[in-house]
């Protein structure tokens, strides 16, 4: 039977310490249902920035407690789908993002969800890539806000996090605690303006313990290739750790020397930019499916 949690059941911070919604033995598929990033507090352009409670930020659904996760384990997490709301809502405003500085309003947008594409004016309909910007387990230490991502996942706003994808998370906790929210409609590789298309929705996730193998930060694998997800202090320490990452974990499955590997990431491998408005900036570094079936790996299974 599929087990589903209410939006209601909700933490603003990832936390060992947080109220277990649902408990699940690995292998369970759970439909997790969200409130969009502001709570649903914005309901109308005219909504002023003083109208919001801004302590009511990014929640996330959870936690879930996953039977048999331990630290040093991995939790196995498959996108199965994604469900959107009718309705988001898109803002920005002084301070805010990387225009923050040249803004001198907070401004919302409602961006209505139209047969398949999100409504941004009358003459630009944009196309939907329905992505979870919030998702994760308990980090190992102190309690992590939603809206800071790291080694535990958390806000790392990553368009690759769709429907189909399976993400990799280190297991800190006993259980896992799994949790996840700020779903958007759509949104641009950065983040820039500090809101996608913000909606509220659900989503059908299965969770899986693997044992006996342990990863440093999150890996995500979609039918195109693999990415490490890194967040750091500044972009260029995210994108090269990620670098770095996915050389010391593919390294050991090949017959490949580390100048040899280094030349073909340099080649083949791509770093992206994730999101630059969080504490923390993530990057990720992307590998072509095609050079792990070169060497038959299997990162995860």
Known sequence: MVQTLAKEQYFYA??????VGLRVPSGSQVVVETFDCFQNQIQSAETGFNAIDWNQINPATGSIFVEGAKPGDILKVKIDKIELGDMGVLATGPGLGVMG????????KMVPIVDGKAVFNERIQLPLNPMIGVIGVAPEGDPVSCGTPGAHGGNMD???ITSG???YFPVFQEGALFGLGDMHAAM????????????????SVTLEVIKGKSIPFPFLE??????????KATL?????AAVEIFVDTLLPHTD?????LTMLFSAAGQVQVSQIVDPLLTARFFVPKSILEAYDVKLFD
């Open 256 to 260: 490949l020397t580390l100048p040899e």
């Open 101 to 108: 500085h040249r803004i001198d309003e907070f401004e919302v």
């Open 165 to 167: 994808a399976t993400l």
């Open 14 to 19: 990832f936390s060992k310490k947080n109220k």
């Open 158 to 160: 990553t368009t690759l």
């Open 222 to 231: 979609n039918k195109e290739g693999v990415a490490v997800i890194v967040s």
């Open 236 to 240: 260029d320490e995210a994108a090269k």
């Open 188 to 203: 641009g590789d950065g983040e820039i303006g500090v809101s996608g298309v913000e909606i509220p929705g659900k989503v």
